[in-house]
């Protein structure tokens, strides 16, 4: 008899917590901002972050085995892959000893429901040009390092960002993917032909000195310098939120995105509208933020680096 007892408490205690949480969907649902604005009040998030804590971050080197430099990073669900193609161009004739940077951003249906198939989503452009922006600026690739013959012939880097799961913060998920990449990137060994033109050379050609000019004696890698990084940050009342996810995006849209590089350096600082102003200590206090996970990220990327040579 007791036993039955004891089985219908914990049937009841189940039941009871299926419908305590229920409640609290249903109420996450139909009040998402209130919802929200209870976990601001005790300094946590829904999902037991505190405020100023990002979301675990990863990235792998190397994952297009067909592209010159690759890299696949995740900031929690959000997942970008970059991959960087390298092409021999005719330098503009106002740096002819200089190479190129084309950088394109694309979002398939795949990553989000708010974007549908056969429409380019309107955040694509936005964050092509935000990154183009950024690594142009903060100089971390040396133009004149991508010159092959000045005036002649130089690299292009054709840049390629999919983001395959948008959980918001995109831009510092795509950002990072891409330092990434460059980080990978192998500049493939080229070498001039008997019409003059720049073309591409296997390494045993190299090796075996069957190439009469190589430009370049095997692959090699950029010397890149001072790395931009992003942190995003949503402005909401009094608190400040690191790393949002779409969720919360959406909800408490008043959004700030710093960019530092390696030094420490600002590079950027973009806040797209919203209802909340940025008032200089917000600014000082997101750009504090963004200090300590440009840290983070470099760490990150560094034992990337190291699992790669390794392997």
Known sequence: MLDKREDRMGVTDVSGDMAGEMEVDAFRRLFPLRFYERHLLESIRPDARPLGKSRDTTVALGAVASADGSALAKIGHTTMLAAIKMEVMTPASVSPDEGCIAIDFHMPAICSPLVRPGRPAEEAPVISKQLTDVILSSGMVDMKELC?????????????????????????AALLS????FSHLHIPAVSVNDEGRVVSVSEEQVEGNSIKEPLNKGKRKLTLSSAPFALTCILHKKYILADPTAEEESIMETLVTVVLDATGRLVSFYKPGGAFLA?????QDCIALTRQRVKELQKILIEAVADMELD
Request: hydrophobic letters at 60%; aromatic letters at 14%.
């Open 148 to 172: 092959l013959i000045s005036g002649k012939a130089a690299w292009m880097a054709y840049l390629d960002i999919y983001c395959l799961d948008a959980d918001g913060a995109l831009f510092d």
């Open 178 to 181: 891409a330092v990434a990449a």
């Open 279 to 283: 008032y200089t200590s917000a600014v």
